[in-house]
């Protein structure tokens, strides 16, 4: 399916990766990319799956979930109860409800990241670039991105090696 343009916030043509010592590489010539509107995008893909038939459960959490011997789902949440052919979980991590269902959900630390992400406004920076810094300084066993909205605001993250973070310990910013 193919981007559409009320989605596209900023089209992005080149990443600046900066590295510990505060030296950046600028790489141009890349495929074309694009940073959405998740929720106008997730909006239209909503409607998109409704009109295609798909029963949609809206503010509905599932609390539990098993699977059948000939692969149906038979499904139990706050004020539903239902059985499909295919259910997509969303509930994270190391999902309960993917072990509900007798799959191996567990990760090792190594293999995951913690992230925090948020929002910044009033920000100025290029509108066609990503940039991403690294360092174990800044994000031991990860990186910080920077990602334009194109409307003076970016996104902005932090991801750490799962294996390499503990509760309350963050990246230092400098």
């Avoid at 505060?22 to 790489?27: F, I, Q, T």
């Avoid at 929720?39 to 599932?62: E, H, K, N, P, Y």
């Avoid at 567990?106 to 509108?127: H, M, Q, Y």
């Avoid at 920077?146 to 310990?169: E, H, M, T, Y």
Wanted: net charge negative; hydrophobic share 40%; charged share 20%.
């Amino acid at each position: 399916m193919p981007v559409r343009p009320e989605w596209i916030k900023s089209t992005i043509k080149k990443v600046t990766m900066v590295a510990p010592d505060g030296r950046s590489v600028e790489v141009g010539n890349i495929d074309e990319s694009y940073i959405v509107d998740r929720s106008i995008m997730d909006r239209a893909l909503l409607q998109d799956a409704a009109d295609a038939g798909v029963r949609l459960f809206m503010r509905t959490a599932i609390t539990a979930i098993t699977q059948s011997a000939d692969g149906l789902y038979h499904c139990t949440g706050t004020g539903a109860e239902f059985t499909a052919p295919c259910v997509i979980l969303a509930d994270g991590v190391e999902s309960r409800l993917a072990r509900d269902c007798g799959w191996n959900a567990g990760l090792n630390l190594k293999d995951i990241e913690t992230c925090a992400f948020g929002r910044l406004a009033g920000v100025s920076l290029p509108n066609d670039a990503c940039i991403f810094y690294t360092g174990e300084t800044i994000a031991p066993g990860g990186y910080l991105w920077v990602f334009p909205r194109g409307d003076g605001s970016a996104n902005i993250g932090l991801g750490i090696a799962g294996n390499r973070s503990s509760a309350g310990i963050a990246g230092n910013f400098y």
